[in-house]
């Protein structure tokens, strides 16, 4: 209550200064805030990467199926390589990865291949199933998943279906790499203890081919997708592969894009499947494919010069010589 | 305690004729908008006179908080606040190609039509711009995440040119901006990791509507 | 036995805070800036921009009658008791000037000069924008702007040119009565068309002993232990006189005449 006062002009710009100065002042706390609103210290954890278990004589199996039933394809390619039980045990919490980083139909995992690989995984009776994906930087993953058809499948068989890029839980995980020392993912990857990689056999206009190796990049936040193109796009693929290795994967090879991709390219049917317990090798192989059908000369050592096969497999992430892999092909009709 | 008489009065009444001539004289509607409006906006000098600012289209965007609508504040020009504008940084607009196809809730809500409906092969924003200095392709190369977001073809393409670095000549890979056939959704700024940003979504070429009332 | 006086005495300034962040968080769920409000499915338009769209004639106005209609029959009815009790930024200043001891630019208005101050400004903010064809005042209306700094949070981009505008006014409005006094076109309006509102302070001669405490308090600094008609109508019925009455001689009568001691 004070008495009324007679206020020098003076004194009323001063209070006008000084009001102004307290906007900003409380505008820029609260910028400052905005930008650490991130935690300071996120506690970089371990994963354990498992051996390959599709192997016979110490050299990994790569399966190549061709037929028109699908469902029957995805079945005889992993039992080729030694039967879904190997890999899966009945506690375990199993993350699919299938491709759904577009909304066209051409550029990501046929839903029928989803399905076939949820029915081919549910006979093992794991503990959970769970399907997950961030999609390519700009796009809604929500709507990827309406789009494509993914969330009926997803629906259909009562599997929980995460948008990756709608969750907070970001955590730090340790990697075996040459660039990038530690990689962001989220928890829910994190939790997983089996990788199911269910990639589409695509041309890349960057990478030269995006299979499975290229497909684990949907477990980051976008924020680490960016840091990738920054650094060395070929190098930071191996590094994520060292240490979330997927422990099988499955490509989808029915319809292939050749000649430009990632979102748009020539499609041509093949009706394949592949699967492998080794993302480079099965990369090797679906890269020489699609050099193949592109009529391009010496596919193999067009796949051999890919700089990301190269980089993770001389990290360890998986074998790339040729003769060192046991290759199993099967016609269905 | 400051007693107002009169003479006071005379001098209040005078002012306001004065501010009221000057604000005739001196205030002027943009004719071409500086922002990116939502889609289905009317021409800009006819969108300013029946947009209430009443903010409705930027919450139906936004209910949870994802859409790219806001206000335009004072920096945007004093007779622009409380108009929207496409914030592309925030998130693209996803009127074609995305969840707001054949919806358009910003579109719904607006109660003056400032915005109306329009269907999806009339929408374009406005264009993009290319900023080569602050581009990773052009500067070291291994990034064309504009041209694989792009989800129109031929908005985006990919050329190879011959620079310099080193002092060596080594080709690289460099997106290239066809502003024709951009629609203006802003997908390629949202996804461009370069910080600051090599892409800007800018008002050239948008299509409006004519009102006709 | 509860008596309202004495829950009003001592918990005024919790009882407006509450209001405050109730309206806060009401804007933040409704998602909506400060032209059209849509509760339940009423909108209810602003009537300083209802005033301007009469005015320039706006083509939409045809769509908006019940809009304007009903939040002009709540000014009738409770003319400026809305300041006081609803109007966020009138809420804010007496929140800030309850705790902030700051030196202020305090006018005192007596006669007809609390009417006819108020009616010039709305006058001159009618007459601008009838000259540009355009409800200019929106552009820099402070209560505009606290709306839209609130539907910012609410979709999560707050854009920081609004924030500072919001934080300039808020101080200025505090510092001076003369805003809500005279300058405020809501308060104009409220004032005009809330003559013969339904809240009024009435003051018991019998009881009062000519402290001048309402006067020194009131934040309009109205002449409140004899009013005017004048000072009726602008009376915001903030009850901050009633609160620090000594010999609690005022009170709150509900009539709609405008004369001392009259009962409805």
Known sequence: MNPPQRISRRDFIKMLIGGAAVAIGIGMVWHVWERLKRPAEIEILERKVKENVFVENGKPLVSIVRGKDVKKAVKVAVDLLGGINKLIKSDDVVLLKPNVGF??????????????VIE????????????????????????????????????????????????????????????????????????????????KLKRHVEAVTTISLKNMMGILPDSEKGLFHDLNLHQCIADLNTVFKPDLCIVDATHVMTVSGPGRGKMVKTNTILASGDPVAVDLIGSKIIFELEGLDKPLERAYNIPYLKEAAGLGVGVMEVDKIKLIEKELD | MIRLNRREFIKIIVASVVMGTLAKLFFRLPKESKVVRPPGAIVEEEFLNKCIRCGKCVAACSTDGSGTLETCGYLDGLSLVGTPKVNPIKAPCEALFGKCEGVLPCVK??????????EPHQIKLGSVEWIKERCIAFRKGGCLVCYET??????ISVKEII????????????PEFNPDVCIGCGRCVNACPAAPKALVLTSKGARRVIPRD | MISFRRVIKSNLLLIRLMIFIIIIVTMLYLKTACSLITILGISLMCPILALQLLLINHPALGTFTLSIVIPMLIVLIFGRAICGWICPLGLARSLINSKLRLKRLVFHISGKAILVLPMVSL???????????????????PLGAFYRVILGLSVMSLDMSLLLYLVVSLFIISLTNIWCLGLCPHGALYMILGRFKLLRVVNDESKCIHCNLCLRTCPLRLQIQKPTEHEYASCTTCLTCLTKCPRDSLTVKVSFTNKMGDEC
């Open chain 1, 103 to 116: 909304s066209n139909i051409d550029a990501v995992t046929t839903p029928e291949v989803l399905a076939a």
């Open chain 1, 120 to 199: 081919v995984v549910k006979e093992a009776n794991p503990k959970k199933i769970v399907i997950a994906e961030s999609a390519v930087r700009g796009r809604d993953t929500t709507f990827n998943f309406n789009a494509t058809g993914i969330a009926k499948v997803a629906e259909k068989y009562e599997i929980e279906l995460i948008d990756l890029k709608k969750s907070k839980n970001v955590v730090k995980v340790k990697t075996r790499g040459k660039l990038l020392k530690e990689i962001s993912t989220y928890r829910e990857i994190y939790d997983a203890d089996v990788i199911i990689s269910i990639p």
């Open chain 2, 109 to 118: 809500a607006c109660p003056t039509k400032a915005l109306v409906w329009v």
């Open chain 2, 150 to 155: 792009c989800p129109v073809d031929g908005a």
């Open chain 2, 163 to 174: 620079v310099e670095r080193h002092g060596k000549f080594i080709k690289v890979k460099v």
């Open chain 3, 123 to 141: 006058v001159t903010l009618l007459f601008v924008s009838y000259l540009t064809n355009y409800p200019i005042y929106c552009l820099v209306c």
